[in-house]
């Protein structure tokens, strides 16, 4: 058996084992941070701090948009400084003002200290997927990287655990308050890695030979344009359906489907889950079939799941039974992004490319919450989630036809 196959994480050398736990670290505890604002929308707005699905769509969409800017800035840096370094400045970022959240008194207080979290909430991915994908060899890149996506999943599963502990224990005015002081935890995990975690070697060999930096606007040349704009356009689909039903799906449950607050900690538990096991799929499918059509094939599944899933007013056990593949499908081609994204630009410029890409993704993906929030005060949730998330899977499968293949690429210095 190759290291594609099965063995591929005992075949990975020390220092490539540390990066992917400080990878898969960073982005667990993203997730947990991020999903802990979205469980908590239906109490928010039970003890007035929000007073609307609009308002709570708002702040998702002001944390996407800064986390766009954010992931964009860390990239352009982590070409400069480090991806190591930038690593662990993202991470403290957002764990400080997720605490901060916990103190504010009125809306417009939560909007600013979600926006300003949101800087480090984008910068993480970026510079984590570079470190991950410039450190690992080829032949099992995709896997690597993929897998780290699967912490989404594991902070995801942390996030509703300590929510269904919070709102049992204490009255839901407290409650909220903890479950964001909570959020500073990850800030822990800087220690480890500015301890353990070295810059990857090419970054290295390239910084030491290189007097002069490019600037970060070379991803828009004659020769990387293309790319870059099909790229951006595809993370704008991958972001996009992810954030407009996740954000609104703990929401979705209680006003559609009439869940306690037990219930909904039970049927996310399965939808974590079977994103757990997307993901891992995810990075499976995408070192086996190709980057291109892995993405494809996970953005047409997740079309046929998730909009009957949203739509029509299933029976309890159907719905139940379908909740594991709904968080399967909407999670597995995210494994994918990271090793295409890194395969795409030279490594002078591939903090700028990878990090614009994803970001500018998530910067137009920010606006789904809010249209979702809108539409479902007009309309259903229900409704306006299938809406904007079938738009964004149609739009991901068709960029990823325009994008070539690069499946076992070897990661390159300077391009002309």
Request: glycine share 12%; hydrophobic share 50%; with cysteine.
């Amino acid at each position: 058996m190759t290291a594609t196959d099965g063995r591929w994480y005992g075949s990975m050398s020390p220092r490539e084992r540390r990066t992917f736990w400080a990878c898969f670290g960073g982005w667990a505890t993203d997730a947990m941070d991020v999903q802990i604002y979205s469980l908590l929308i239906p109490t928010l707005i039970s003890v007035g701090l929000l007073v609307s699905n609009a308002q709570a769509g708002l702040i998702g969409t002001v944390t996407l948009l800064c986390s766009a800017v954010g992931g964009w800035a860390a990239g352009v840096l982590s070409d400069r400084f480090g991806r190591a370094l930038l690593l662990q400045v993202t991470v403290a970022w957002f764990s400080v003002f997720t605490l901060l959240c916990a103190f504010a008194q009125d809306f417009t207080q939560l909007l600013v200290f979600r926006g300003l979290m949101g800087f480090g909430f984008g910068g993480e991915w970026a510079v984590g997927a570079i470190l991950m994908g410039e450190t690992v060899r080829a032949q099992f890149r995709g896997r690597a990287v993929g897998t780290v996506q699967s912490g989404w999943a594991v902070g995801w599963g942390i996030a509703v655990g300590l929510f269904v502990l919070t709102q049992s224990l204490l009255p839901p005015e407290t409650a909220w308050r903890v479950l964001f002081a909570l959020g500073v935890l990850p800030a822990l995990g800087v220690f480890w890695i500015r301890r353990h975690v070295p810059e990857p070697d090419v970054f290295v060999r390239h910084t030491d030979r290189s007097a002069d930096r490019p600037s970060f606007l070379g991803i828009f040349r004659p020769g990387l344009l293309r790319t870059t704009v099909v790229c951006g356009l595809l993370c704008t689909g991958a972001q996009g359906g992810y954030y407009a039903l996740t954000t609104f799906l703990p929401q979705f449950l209680r006003s559609a489907r009439g869940l306690d607050v037990l219930g909904i900690g039970g049927t996310l538990l399965l939808v974590i889950v079977g994103a757990l096991t997307g993901y891992l799929f995810g990075a499976w499918l995408t070192d086996r079939l190709g980057r291109r059509p892995a993405i494809i094939v996970c953005a047409v599944a997740a079309f046929v799941i998730v909009l009957p899933m949203t739509l029509f007013n299933l029976p309890t056990a159907v719905f139940t039974v379908l909740a594991l593949p709904l968080g399967f499908v909407a999670s597995a081609y995210f494994s994918g992004l990271g090793a295409l994204l890194t395969e795409q630009y030279p490594t002078e410029l591939r903090g700028s490319g990878q990090g614009f890409c994803y970001n500018f993704g998530r910067g137009l993906g920010a606006l789904f919450p809010l249209f979702v929030g809108l539409l479902a005060d007009a309309l259903s949730i229900g409704v306006a989630i299938a809406v904007f998330a079938g738009l964004a899977y149609l739009v991901m499968a068709l960029c990823a036809l325009l994008l070539p293949e690069t499946r076992g690429a070897e990661l390159t210095g300077a391009t002309s």
